[in-house]
């Protein structure tokens, strides 16, 4: 049993925010739910579980205990554990602010925030029950002074997903530099639950997000492959690099402002920039095919599908689609499932750029003028060229 207060409660979601002591056993004994973020993982928000700190972690527990032994300071952690639980009810109980409770963790509570201090507690107690000593110490010393040793918890009720990685995110972000492209990841796995129009730029995020994984996933885009999803692995560009280069598109000025609101109203023809944007990569592609990389290579032979190409291309998409005519630019909204209309816009794609495809070598060449960086000017300075080439004022 945990003794807790009542930190807040909302009582229009039934939702609650508890603080108090929960001792290390009853989390240990409730099967709490560790899990990592993923490519696969869809949901998941927290950082993968690293074994080298678990095991730093747990040796700093065992100086604590000896320095405890010897009339030192007691095991402390900096910051509290943030835990997530459903309310065990049919019914939602809402709790009143102040209120005192004895509170029982439910099985497979969540870890939003400090997996890994847990984990730290949970690894030394596991290897002390297995083996006599853990690191030189005395294992049975190890285990009473577990077994009575509580966390400081904030303990978040009822909570989504959605509500749970954003207080994962504003926690860890604020406090200290972690992997951008995670922080998108997290940003754009879904639509709050509630109110959407509630996140600020929440349906943003999600479509940038969603048109970088469709670029990196979907077998027929021409980027397939290219992306280093949550900022890692191979790949050309950073996921947190493509998914700002999409907001700019998708910001209340954008050509993609419309496709926004349609989502905030539940219009699935929001779905149509997934459409164009397919279609004008597979035109870039075409129109440049003979720098275009087939596969990831370990040293390109251009900057087309680095990060100063793509940025330049994605930049000049406001272009292209500027000048479609207005009825085909509704008729892809309206039907930009239809095979022939997809087909119809890469070919006006196709012809709008084909004016680059003589200094497509030049422009994109590694030692070329554009190659001296990949900032946001070099990007600019390339889009700004691209745009000389085809005309465009």
């Not at 860890?172 to 990841?185: E, G, I, R, T, W």
């Amino acid at each position: 049993m945990s003794k807790v207060i009542v930190q807040q409660s909302f009582e229009e979601k039934k939702k609650s925010v508890l603080v108090g002591i929960v001792p290390f056993k009853e989390l240990y004994n409730s099967k709490i739910r560790i899990s990592y973020r993923t490519e696969e993982s869809g949901t998941d928000y927290q950082r993968q579980i690293e074994d080298a700190r678990v095991r730093s972690i747990a040796k700093y527990i065992v100086r604590c205990i000896t320095a405890n032994e010897k009339g030192g300071a007691n095991l402390v952690f900096p910051n509290s554990i943030i835990l997530a639980c459903p309310n065990e009810s049919e019914n939602p109980k809402l709790f009143k602010d102040g209120e005192n409770l004895t509170f029982n963790i439910p099985e497979q509570t969540m870890i939003v925030d400090g997996q890994h201090r847990y984990s730290g507690v949970k690894y030394l107690y596991d290897e002390a029950r297995r083996s006599s000593s853990v690191f030189g110490y005395n294992s049975e010393t190890i285990i009473k002074y577990l077994e009575s040793f509580s966390f400081g918890c904030t303990i978040l009720v009822n909570y989504d997903m959605w509500e749970q990685a954003q207080i994962f995110a504003n926690v860890n972000f604020n406090q200290k530099k972690v992997n951008k492209s995670l922080f998108y990841d997290i940003y754009g796995v879904s639509i709050p639950l509630d109110d959407a129009n509630t996140i600020p730029r929440q349906n943003e995020i999600y479509l940038a997000h969603e048109l970088v994984v469709l670029l990196e996933n979907d077998t027929s885009s021409a980027f397939n492959g290219f992306v280093k999803m949550l900022g890692r692995g191979s790949g050309y560009v950073s996921q947190s690099f493509l998914v700002e280069a999409f907001l700019k598109h998708l910001s209340a000025k954008g050509i993609w402002s419309d496709a926004v609101e349609m989502l905030k109203s539940g219009d699935q023809r929001y779905k149509y920039v997934a459409h164009e944007l397919l279609a004008y990569m597979a035109a870039v592609r075409f129109t440049l095919k003979s720098i275009w990389p087939e596969e990831i290579e370990d040293k390109p032979s251009s900057v087309l599908c680095k990060t100063t190409g793509v940025g330049a291309i994605i930049s000049l998409l406001k272009d292209v689609h500027l000048a479609m005519s207005n009825k085909d630019v509704k008729e892809m909204k309206e039907n930009a499932f239809s095979p022939l209309v997809y087909a119809k816009t890469i070919t006006f794609f196709v012809d709008f750029l084909k004016p680059l495809q003589p200094h497509g070598e030049t422009l994109f060449a590694l030692k070329g003028e554009f190659a001296r960086g990949a900032g946001s000017g070099m990007q600019n300075s390339l889009y700004v060229r691209m745009k000389e080439i085809l005309g465009i004022k």
